[in-house]
């Protein structure tokens, strides 16, 4: 059974920096795409950004690019959220997402067979 487990979120100043990890295993990887999303308080989730891990090509989001960068480590079935520049509305539950889809719209909820249970981003002005 496939499971996330998502890692590094917490209590930062605006303009700080934090690294979220999401931990998969129980299953193949290889053939999958990997995203993290991010749903604030009264908001709709949001797509962050995305990651294939076969090869490596990635989205990101329109209100995170230039801040935020998505990788992976494929030795460690680990992929990461780096979050630069942070700001007081990028606060939010940040949660990790896997799909084996292929085709479609890998920035929409419906795309990802499995989620982690998040792990909450609090941004101080």
């Known amino acids: 059974q496939v499971q996330l487990i998502e890692s590094g979120g917490g209590l930062v100043q605006a303009g700080g920096s934090l690294r979220l990890s999401c931990v998969a295993s129980?299953?193949?990887?290889?053939?999958?795409?990997m995203a993290w999303f991010r749903q604030g308080a009264g908001k709709e989730r949001e797509f962050v950004g995305v990651?294939?891990?076969?090869?490596?090509?990635?989205l990101h989001g329109d209100s995170v690019k230039g801040r935020f960068t998505i990788s992976r480590d494929s030795a460690k079935n680990t992929v990461y959220l780096q979050m630069n520049n942070l700001k007081p509305e990028d606060t939010a539950v940040y949660y990790c997402?896997?799909?084996?889809?292929?085709?479609?719209?890998?920035?929409?909820?419906?795309?990802?067979?499995?989620w982690g249970q998040g792990t909450q981003v609090t941004v101080s002005s």
């Open positions: 997402a896997a799909s084996f889809r292929r085709g479609g719209s890998f920035n929409t909820e419906s795309m990802y067979n499995y």
């Open positions: 129980g299953g193949t990887f290889s053939s999958y795409a």
């Open positions: 990651i294939w891990w076969n090869g490596g090509s990635t």
